[in-house]
């Protein structure tokens, strides 16, 4: 019986829809290192671990999250640390062998556990000194193998953005490391796939550093389709034995627009909830009414908040206003807003500043944030050079939360 769930990683057969897509992936993964594109909640992290889970034959797959990682030497000790979580034998067969590296951290490499792997890695060396010869060698010891390995590092970017804030050298020094072992590792039988919840390529733009992640084929995880959702709905409706009339669903697609696979499971089990606790049939205005009450309201508050914090965490201090002003006004917007009166909004805002922008300048910057706002999934190009939110229920509880931030000015 598939479940609902709710916020933590999708695995075995509540895994959905995503099988044509995952077969591309290792498609492009034949030839290519791979960058995973998707915006948060849209169900990245599940597909990395569907990778992990059902590596196709022959593939030895390792999967690392690097969101909390601040120096290359944590990478080093944490990479480490994921091959023998996912493939002790491999660890200590393949890896550990005669590496003195290694050998020498521990007493007995064949008994080594998990937990022990990163206290005795710093206590071993001054490994901010040598995390790149380190890792060069394990690289070495890998490519030895002959095997067909996959390195998945997710939430690069939140990575790097710590890296860079600590030692600006010393992230390029890991970007420049890490571009030059995938080059390498297209020769061998290793590949890498990356992603992260912020988008990358726009990240190093802003640092002019997007030619140290340009060789990376992007692959876009797009929302379910109507379609998709609609068979979702109505197989988890099945399953549970739930009682609804014809336009419950139609509904639905209605209030989430292309929906986040997140708040879809969220919005189905509150609905779900709602007929235990009615004892009657669901009907549209059940479904009004739990969209207000949870999606709208603070039980979906905190994870929704998240697309709001992000603009201040990751974007540079010059567009954090131009960006929520813009988003602020597409929210309240029926069907978007031209490029034009867009702007006409960010020339107004940029005036403001002490040293504003103007000319080619003002246009460029105009672009880069057009630009970032579609990588980042807020906003789409619709037609007519109009531009709109992605997902109707984030411009929904924007709308209600943020429309009118600016009002009184």
């Not at 206590?123 to 690289?139: A, G, Q, V, Y």
């Not at 009004?288 to 201090?317: M, N």
């Amino acid at each position: 019986m598939a479940d609902f769930i709710v916020g933590s990683v999708v695995r075995d057969d509540d895994f959905w829809f995503r099988g044509e897509f995952l077969s591309e992936l290792w498609s492009s993964l034949e030839k290519h290192n791979v960058i995973l594109v998707a915006p948060r909640r849209i169900g990245k992290t599940s597909v990395m671990y569907r990778l992990l889970d059902l590596p196709e034959d022959g593939w030895l797959v390792v999967h690392l999250n690097v969101e909390e990682l601040r120096t290359p030497d944590e990478f080093l000790i944490d990479l480490l640390d994921a091959v023998n979580e996912h493939h002790p034998e491999y660890f200590r067969k393949a890896l550990a062998g005669s590496w003195s590296f290694l050998t020498g951290a521990f007493s007995n490499i064949e008994s080594v556990e998990v937990c022990e792997i990163k206290v005795a890695l710093r206590k071993s060396e001054d490994l901010s000194k040598s995390w790149r010869s380190r890792l060069d060698e394990l690289m070495d010891r890998v490519y030895r193998t002959g095997g067909r390995t996959l390195f998945i590092i997710d939430e690069l970017p939140d990575m790097l953005n710590a890296m860079r804030a600590g030692s600006g050298e010393e992230c390029a020094d890991f970007l420049h490391w890490f571009r030059k072992t995938r080059e390498e590792s297209l020769r061998k039988n290793v590949r890498w796939l990356v992603g992260g919840s912020v988008n990358l390529i726009a990240a190093l733009d802003r640092n002019k550093t997007v030619n140290l992640i340009n060789d990376l084929k992007t692959e876009i995880l797009e929302p379910f389709t109507q379609d998709e959702v609609k068979r979702f709905v109505e197989d988890m409706f099945k399953t549970y034995e739930v009682a609804c009339d014809a336009t419950v669903i139609p509904r639905m697609l209605d209030l989430l627009g292309s929906p986040i696979p997140f708040f879809l499971q969220m919005f189905t089990e509150e609905l779900y909830r709602h007929w235990k606790r009615q004892k009657r049939s669901l009907s549209s205005e059940d479904v009004d009414h739990i969209f207000q009450k949870v999606l709208l309201g603070e039980t979906a508050r905190d994870k929704l908040q998240h697309y709001r914090t992000r603009i201040d965490a990751h974007y540079p201090e010059e567009d954090k206003e131009p960006a929520r002003r813009v988003l602020n006004h597409l929210s309240l917007s029926e069907k978007g807003v031209t490029r034009e009166n867009l702007f006409h909004l960010f020339r107004r805002c940029e005036s403001r500043r002490t040293s504003a922008r103007s000319g080619a300048n003002l246009d460029n910057a105009f672009q880069h944030l057009l630009l970032y706002l579609q990588s980042d999934f807020y906003i789409e190009e619709t037609t007519g050079e109009r531009y709109d939110f992605s997902s109707r229920l984030l411009k929904t509880w924007w709308r209600k939360y943020y429309g009118c931030e600016y009002a009184n000015e």
